[in-house]
């Protein structure tokens, strides 16, 4: 094995498939542990980053709060640095929120003027602009009236903020759809382009490289998307290493343009490379 001073690894498709352990992720990552530092980075929002740390710890790999960064911590910190404390409406769950509350934001519940009791929504008007930015990430709870609520927002000059735009999120027996669909509805009823926080775009990628204080060239970045890890490691000057867990299959590697250093069945693999 080729020790590098970091590892960067994913977390859906490459430790976790839904609610199960990967076979042999946790062994694998621990040996890692034991020879450099070890970051996880994942665009899914929907844990806190001391829910995740907690999640990994309960499947036998090491780990703290400290040692995770998801794409809503991400997102939370990009607008605090750059805007300061703002008014956010956000369309995700409690790890979204809890990221946002920690870095100092209001929350904004939303408002429901302008609905009629027929229940098909109101029109938008500047009442409903409570909010500074939409932030979009996974929202298993997502309906309607959220996607009225945030519409309402843009419409009336609230900055949208995507967590990540991933479409579709690996579980035990197939996919489910990711935060992607859900920002794609809010871009198409508004007309407006969503910036994006997560993997493979640089407020991600900056925010590892911060907090890891190394050069891009002594980390390894290990995912299971091209579009996303691959490509967000290639373009900082990292090692890739693709797990064939979660998303992409040998068949998709072969036609992408987007070409890791290494392919591996699994994380379980990472001893050989």
Not at 187 to 212: C, Q, W, Y
């Amino acid at each position: 094995m080729i020790l590098m001073e970091a590892y960067i690894l994913d977390l859906d498709g490459v430790i976790f498939r839904g609610s199960e352990v990967i076979a042999g992720a946790p062994d694998a990552v621990n040996r890692l542990l034991d020879s450099a530092r070890v970051v996880f980075l994942t665009n899914n929002s929907t844990q806190s980053r001391g829910a995740v740390a907690a999640r990994l710890n309960a499947s036998g790999i090491r780990c703290t709060e400290g040692d995770v960064i998801t794409a809503g911590y991400a997102a939370a910190v990009y607008i605090r640095k750059r805007y300061g404390a703002q008014k956010i409406y956000p369309i995700g769950e409690a790890g979204l929120i809890h990221e946002l509350k920690a870095e100092g934001h209001e929350i904004d519940p939303g408002r429901d003027e302008g609905r009629d009791d027929g229940g098909d929504g109101g029109r938008c008007g500047d009442e409903d602009a409570v909010a500074d930015f939409v932030v979009v990430g996974l929202d298993r709870d997502f309906t309607y009236e959220k996607l009225r609520i945030g519409l309402c927002n843009i419409l009336a000059g609230s900055g949208l903020i995507a967590t990540n735009t991933d479409p579709v999120l690996p579980v035990e027996h197939g996919f489910l759809p990711g935060a992607g669909a859900i920002v794609r509805a809010l871009e198409t009823a508004s007309g407006r382009s969503a910036f994006v926080i997560g993997k493979p775009n640089p407020p991600m990628m900056d925010a590892v490289i911060d907090h890891l204080g190394l050069p891009a060239h002594e980390c390894t970045l290990v995912g299971d998307r091209l579009d996303t890890d691959i490509l967000a490691g290639s373009r900082y000057g990292m090692k890739t290493v693709l797990v064939l867990t979660g998303v992409e299959t040998p068949e998709s590697v072969s036609q992408s343009r987007i070409k890791p250093d290494a392919v591996i069945g699994s994380i379980a693999e990472m001893q050989e490379i």
